[in-house]
């Protein structure tokens, strides 16, 4: 098969490749599309220590080829039977298991899910990782309700679109940060407000978007925002963490967080319970995720590029 394989010192492209063979409880899937998350940047430079040679990519669409049924991939593999977290032997398709940057994928059977019938093979493909990460984030430890605020930083990833359209779709007011007015713009298509953060204090902004008591959950990607995000909460407010792209560390204000009875929440990915709630949850919708582009598997480096340069606004898609 054609697959794009990361060799050692993180070198990336398209190559030919032994075909998967599923082991007991296995399936192979002939994959219609892929999509990019910024897991995948990590573990194309080595981030994760990960033995090379390997097959990137946790997100993807296709046909069993046992069945000839149209399914979507959940990338979490080996999550256990809790709700609370993952397990031991957890791990994210993509790395090190051989994932979906290519034309054939091997996963567990319990894995695969019917491809919602509304989306294209693009969006399907688009829909697992961030989708999931956001139902969990709002949801499963958010425990957003209509009727309430939520802030979602960062206005352009795949994570944060699918954010907010899940908050629309249950009645929530949606709020986001941007660094852009085009990203902003393309926001407010989507149902939220929003504030471009270099531009001042976008603490005070969003708390005056609020109303001035602040919002009742954050959710955060950047984790280096973690004492901002904490004061946009109004009293009782919850902040769910994800993410790390600002960086690694942070220092916050203790008193201001007691004393506000917030709650810091993290999470990552979501059991496969937390994704068949999301299937129906997109089966009830009208919405469809954003796609920034789609291009074919040999064109990775210049989708990579993209994504880290921040220049996208929703999933960029790959087909092999």
Not at 9 to 32: C, F, I, K, T
Not at 76 to 101: C, H, K, V
Not at 118 to 131: G, K, M, N, Q, V
Not at 164 to 189: H, I, M, N, P
């Amino acid at each position: 098969m054609d697959a794009v394989v990361v060799r050692e010192g993180g070198e990336l492209g398209l190559e030919s490749y032994p075909d998967p063979e599923p082991a007991a409880g296995e399936v192979v899937v002939e994959l219609r599309a892929a999509a990019l998350n910024r897991r995948d940047l990590g573990v194309c430079r080595g981030v994760a220590g990960y033995a090379t040679p390997f097959v990137p990519g946790s997100d993807g669409a296709g046909v069993r080829r046992d069945t000839g049924e149209e399914v979507v991939i959940l990338p979490s593999l080996r999550w256990g039977a809790g709700d609370a977290a993952p397990g031991e032997g957890f791990e994210i398709l993509g790395g090190p298991t051989d994932g979906t940057y290519a034309q054939l994928v091997r996963v567990p059977a319990e894995n695969l899910y019917p491809k919602p019938s509304r989306f294209s093979w693009e969006e399907a493909a688009a829909t697992p990782l961030a989708a999931l990460t956001a139902y969990r984030a709002l949801f499963t430890r958010g425990r957003l309700h209509s009727g309430e605020t939520v802030l979602v930083l960062g206005a352009g990833s795949g994570a944060s679109t699918f954010a907010v359209s899940l908050a629309r779709q249950e009645g929530a007011r949606v709020l986001v940060t941007t660094s852009s007015d085009e990203k902003l713009e393309r926001a407010r298509e989507l149902g939220a407000a929003g504030v471009d953060y270099t531009g001042g204090d976008w603490v005070e902004e969003v708390r005056a978007l609020s109303g001035g008591a602040g919002v009742d959950l954050v959710v955060d990607s950047v984790g280096s925002t973690w004492q901002q995000s904490l004061s946009c909460l109004k009293a009782g407010g919850r902040c769910v963490v994800f993410g790390a792209t600002g960086g690694p560390q942070v220092e916050l204000g203790i008193r201001p967080f007691y004393f506000g009875q917030h709650s810091l929440l993290g999470t990552t990915m979501g059991s496969p319970r937390d994704f068949a709630s999301l299937l129906r949850v997109i089966d009830m919708g009208r919405w469809k995720p954003v796609i920034d582009s789609v291009r074919p598997l040999g064109e990775v480096a210049a989708a990579h590029s993209r994504m880290e340069a921040g220049e996208h606004f929703g999933k960029l898609v790959l087909t092999p």
